[in-house]
């Protein structure tokens, strides 16, 4: 990779969930980001939301592509990258802003490859979900950690000579 704008930035749609939880009167909603995908179907569809509603158990399920996202990879992240990639399960962030007036009231506004990055929006109290890697991202973002991740070379201490008379 050349690290030209192409490829430093991936158009992504994130797949949204809402579900009733609860009994009765007590019955409320949660969402939450379940997946992310490219390619046509992350392209085909205006940007913004396009939602399906479908019966699942004993509530309503509603399922919601975002599309207009894109992911983008920053060289000075490329550290938090491989990190993640040498993970047990990679994962993509997905940083969502809620705004109770909207429909859907989050609304995901950042997709991230960088543990680093969405830990700082966790500090600013936004809704993050951690979501699978998609398979052809994954190998886009290691061939993006290979070109331009060199980690520091490992370097000994050196350490001062002790004598039992200098104790501090």
């Avoid at 390619?39 to 399906?52: I, K, S």
């Amino acid at each position: 990779m050349t690290g030209t704008a192409e490829q430093r930035a991936m158009p992504v749609a994130v797949l949204m969930r809402r579900r009733e939880v609860g009994r009765g009167p007590w019955r409320t909603e949660t969402w939450e980001a379940t997946g992310v995908v490219t390619g046509e179907a992350a392209t085909r569809d205006a940007p913004g939301p396009h939602a399906a509603v479908r019966e699942e158990g004993s509530g309503q399920v509603t399922q919601v592509l975002w599309c207009g996202l894109a992911l983008e990879l920053h060289v000075d992240e490329a550290e938090s990258y491989d990190h993640n990639l040498r993970s047990p399960q990679p994962s993509l962030f997905v940083v969502c802003h809620l705004d109770e007036a909207a429909l859907p009231p989050l609304r995901p506004i950042l997709v991230s490859a960088s543990q680093d990055e969405a830990g700082a929006y966790l500090e600013a109290e936004a809704e993050v979900f951690a979501v699978p890697m998609p398979a052809e991202i994954g190998a886009r973002l290691e061939r993006y950690v290979l070109d331009h991740y060199r980690p520091a070379p490992r370097a000994k201490r050196r350490r001062r000579p002790w004598h039992a008379g200098e104790r501090g």
